[in-house]
């Protein structure tokens, strides 16, 4: 079984963009943001997206040091709690605590191999965006706890929406969901996890993901290696 996330079809660049950040483990970058957390949902995208592009512009940073910056921006902005269970659903509801937990942690480390090997790939293109580029066009508070922010991201002349899900926790305000062109990633995944689920027993369903997630720590290591 191979999870993948291939629904943005040709706006792969906005949602490599988007997803850079989709990368957890604390590190250097998570100072960046924390001034924004104080002011709201909306500043914390557009603080994402400069110090986004001051990072991967940074010619003096090393594959690894720039990997550690971009990683402590994901830490600060993104609850993988929520969106770890949310891309489950109900399902969540079939595991038992150490699955859970287990879970969250190889869900984390699936989107990490899978969105950093796409930076690392498109790496020049992305240097090549400006401010000007990504946009924050509205925020919108459904609730106390719940919000969206839109922004649009400049690709082959074309304004491509990119929505952030917030959800107002302890820590304050985190991103749960991405949605690109109105497509969810935490919908996506939840239609591939559910599916799966059905067909399989909890435990053959937790070593599919196991085994996924092994494959892709193992190419990078070995890619690593040669480089």
Sequence with gaps: MIYRYNIFGRWWL???????????????????????????????VRSYYKEMLAIVSDENLSKEQLREELEGMAEEIFTFQVMSQM????????LDSDQKKEFVDLFTRLLENTYFQKI????????KYSAEDLQVTNEIIFSSRKAEVQSTINYDGKAVPVHYRFVKLDAGWKVYDVLVEEVSLVQNYRSQFNDALQKKSVSVFMQDLRDKVQELESAQVSKDANT
């Design 120 to 127: 690392e790939k498109y790496l020049d293109q992305i240097t």
């Design 14 to 44: 906005a949602a490599v963009l988007v997803c850079a950040a989709m990368i957890m483990q604390p590190g250097g970058g998570a100072k960046h943001l924390v001034w924004a957390a104080e002011n709201g949902p909306a500043p914390i």
């Design 87 to 94: 891309s489950l659903g109900r399902m969540w509801r079939d």
